[in-house]
């Protein structure tokens, strides 16, 4: 049985794969708390592999994003492998990167909470590798983020203004963000393209 707070089909919003059909799984849990999360972590359901499957064959699209909270407490080798092959989409994973991570996932989205958690250890887990690493900036200085384990040749490092509900704070957020995207030439701008597009 795994924790399920909601799964629902839409567009990729975040990072590389952004406009991708995706159907995403969203866990409820995490083992960090984080001071910008507006996640409620103590909803969801209990549900099997089986209920699971079936809700999301419900859906036609190219990918099954694993998120959350936090995936990889919920997660393993079989039932990614399940989801390969009764869906035939691919699998990919919005994780913190704490944890050890199945290696037969697709696509590896690491999400890094450097000084960010008041709770939990927020140590790069052995073995994870990202193929893109995701950083909400609220002005934290990007340098750790460069030299982080998961960090390989290939992982794309992307920098997202940090969301909040008052619209001129996060077009302020935005404006910040583009700036230190152009002095630094290691970092991509990521946008949160489903609130512009008031979609979930």
Request: net charge negative; proline share 4%; glycine share 8%.
């Amino acid at each position: 049985m795994r924790k399920i707070k909601e799964i629902f089909h839409s567009i990729q919003g975040e990072g590389c794969l952004t406009g991708v059909s995706s159907v995403f799984i969203r866990f409820s849990g995490c083992n960090l708390k984080c001071e910008f999360c507006d996640t409620k972590h103590d909803d969801g359901v209990w549900m099997s592999d089986d209920e699971i499957l079936n809700e999301v064959k419900k859906y036609k699209a190219a990918m099954v994003v694993l998120t959350g909270g936090e995936p990889s407490l919920f997660i393993d080798e079989e039932f990614v492998e399940r989801l390969k092959e009764e869906t035939l989409m691919q699998v990919a994973i919005e994780t913190n990167g704490t944890r050890p991570l199945p290696q037969n996932l697709d696509w590896v989205t690491v999400s890094p909470k450097i000084g960010m958690s008041h709770t939990g250890d927020a140590t790069i887990a052995e073995g994870v590798i990202a193929d893109e690493v995701k950083v909400v900036d609220v002005g934290q200085d990007l340098f750790p983020y460069l030299k982080l384990q998961c960090v390989g040749a290939n992982t794309r490092m992307l920098l997202q203004p940090c969301y909040v509900p008052d619209k001129e704070e996060w077009e302020k957020n935005t404006r910040r963000t583009i700036r230190r995207v152009l002095d630094n030439p290691s970092w991509s701008l990521s946008l949160q393209t489903h609130r512009y597009l008031g979609i979930q």
